[in-house]
């Protein structure tokens, strides 16, 4: 089975602090992505990465940075967390396949900024 | 307009009913079509998998696409209160690099009354 790892199921941090968000696949998945789910706005993809060292903006890029040094690991960084990151985070990933396209996610990490 | 559309409900059926969850899109270049289902609190999980227009079944659930209509559905039949969850409806074109994004609906959560 394909695992998804990521590093917490819940964080609360303050504003102003940085927030790193880790993931971890077990299945040498070449892309692998960071969304956050909010309700009523679904899935919204913040970046991907097809390959190592490699990254591409999502649709919500801003306030938000990742790194991508070894295959298996993505991690997702806030900057300067601010209250209006308060979400579910969810990792993903997917082989590179000319078909289908399935991703794998993690099992989430709820984020609340004070 | 957004690229895909889907009914948030929420919708609730007794158990044993028959439950259809649809979404619509407007790209007319996707050709892969998956449904997850989302437990509270949890990360999406693929539930059903389909190329191009046709049905497809498995075990009590049968994913449906008809794209002359741009209308994808899936139907629970036996529904138990174990298929209690959110249902997220994805999509996409034929892969190709810079191409590996899914397209989310933002989810209809379903409810089995038992």
């Known amino acids: 089975d394909v695992k998804v790892t990521q590093s917490s199921r819940y964080l609360v941090k303050r504003t102003g602090e940085k927030v790193f968000l880790e993931c971890v696949q077990d299945m040498d998945h070449e892309n692998m992505f960071w969304y956050r789910q909010d309700p009523g706005l679904g899935l919204r993809l913040i970046y991907f990465?097809?390959?190592?060292?490699?990254?591409e903006k999502g649709d919500i890029p801003e306030g938000y940075s990742v790194s991508r040094e070894k295959k298996e690991r993505f991690s997702l960084i806030l900057e300067s967390a601010s209250t209006n990151q308060t979400s579910m985070y969810l990792c993903?990933?997917?082989?590179?396949?000319?078909?289908?396209?399935?991703?794998?996610f993690g099992a989430g990490t709820r984020l609340s900024v004070l | 307009q957004k690229e895909v559309e889907q009914d948030p409900g929420p919708l609730s059926v007794p158990e044993g009913a028959i439950v259809s969850l649809n979404c619509t899109y407007s790209n007319s270049a996707f050709q892969y079509f998956m449904w997850y289902r989302q437990y509270s609190r949890k990360g999406p999980e693929l539930l059903m998998y389909t190329y191009s227009s046709g049905n497809k079944e498995d075990g009590r659930f049968t994913a449906q696409v008809d794209k002359s209509s741009k209308y994808i559905s899936l139907f629970i039949r036996d529904s138990q209160p174990s298929d209690s969850a959110t249902y997220l409806c994805a999509m996409s074109a034929y892969w190709a690099r810079g191409n590996e994004k899914l397209t989310f609906g933002t989810g209809t959560r379903l409810t089995i009354i038992p």
């Open positions: 993903a990933s997917s082989p590179r396949l000319r078909a289908k396209n399935i991703q794998y």
């Open positions: 990465s097809y390959d190592v060292k490699m990254k």
